[in-house]
């Protein structure tokens, strides 16, 4: 095997005389690295060339996002920010999905936001996304790599809702006071 960065191939352990192994239990290696893989195998008339390689990423799911956050809100959207996760695993994070809820304060965010499609870091759901005035949603994030996908984001709440009318200009109550 090499390096895990293109370098020489150095010999493994070898094998016990007159034994087939089939599996190798290798150790330390360095996560993210492309690792280069080759064998031959000798008989009583000597070593046979050199397999071909066989390239394995050491690669493990992506870290956990952190949980969305509110860019804005108004009656009829909501504009949400998302994160990478601090770590890709060791392979690149090619895909991320959005979920929420239904608007029920008693249920998890298991619906997949169907446009949210872009991988973008930022997105506005609309009334159009399945969204209710006056209902208050939660969201989470997922990470996707070659292995598979995080664990979710934490939840995150947010309600659309308009900003609150102006109130009334205030008044005045006179007050008097007894010298008494």
Same mark, same amino acid.
């Given at each position: 095997?090499? @390096?895990?960065?293109?370098?020489?191939?150095?010999?493994?352990?070898?094998?016990?005389?007159?034994?087939?192994?089939?599996?190798?239990?290798?150790?330390?290696?360095?996560?993210?690295?492309?690792? !280069? +893989?080759?064998?031959?195998?000798?008989?009583?008339?000597?070593?046979?060339?050199?397999?071909? +390689?066989?390239?394995? !990423?050491?690669?493990?799911?992506?870290?956990?996002?952190?949980?969305?956050?509110?860019?804005?809100?108004?009656?009829?959207?909501?504009?949400?920010? +998302?994160?990478?996760?601090?770590?890709?695993?060791?392979?690149?994070?090619?895909?991320?999905?959005?979920? !929420?809820?239904?608007?029920?304060?008693?249920?998890?965010?298991?619906?997949?936001?169907? %446009?949210?499609?872009?991988?973008?870091?930022? /997105?506005?759901?609309?009334?159009? @996304?399945?969204?209710?005035?006056?209902?208050?949603?939660?969201?989470?994030?997922?990470?996707?790599?070659?292995?598979?996908?995080?664990? @979710?984001?934490?939840? %995150?709440? +947010?309600?659309?809702?308009?900003?609150?009318?102006?109130?009334?200009?205030?008044?005045?109550?006179?007050? /008097?006071?007894?010298?008494?």
């Amino acid at each position: 095997m090499d @390096d895990g960065q293109g370098g020489d191939l150095k010999e493994q352990s070898p094998a016990t005389q007159n034994t087939m192994e089939t599996k190798k239990l290798i150790r330390n290696l360095v996560k993210g690295r492309l690792y !280069r +893989f080759a064998y031959r195998v000798k008989n009583v008339n000597g070593w046979s060339p050199m397999s071909d +390689f066989t390239s394995i !990423r050491t690669s493990v799911q992506p870290s956990q996002p952190d949980a969305p956050t509110l860019i804005s809100a108004t009656g009829t959207s909501i504009t949400l920010q +998302f994160y990478k996760p601090k770590d890709n695993g060791g392979s690149e994070v090619y895909q991320y999905k959005l979920f !929420r809820n239904n608007g029920n304060a008693s249920t998890n965010p298991e619906i997949e936001v169907t %446009s949210y499609t872009s991988n973008l870091l930022t /997105h506005t759901l609309t009334l159009a @996304d399945g969204l209710t005035t006056g209902l208050v949603y939660k969201f989470k994030f997922r990470a996707y790599n070659s292995v598979g996908a995080s664990v @979710d984001s934490n939840i %995150s709440v +947010f309600a659309l809702v308009d900003a609150p009318n102006a109130p009334d200009a205030p008044t005045v109550i006179l007050s /008097h006071t007894s010298d008494n």
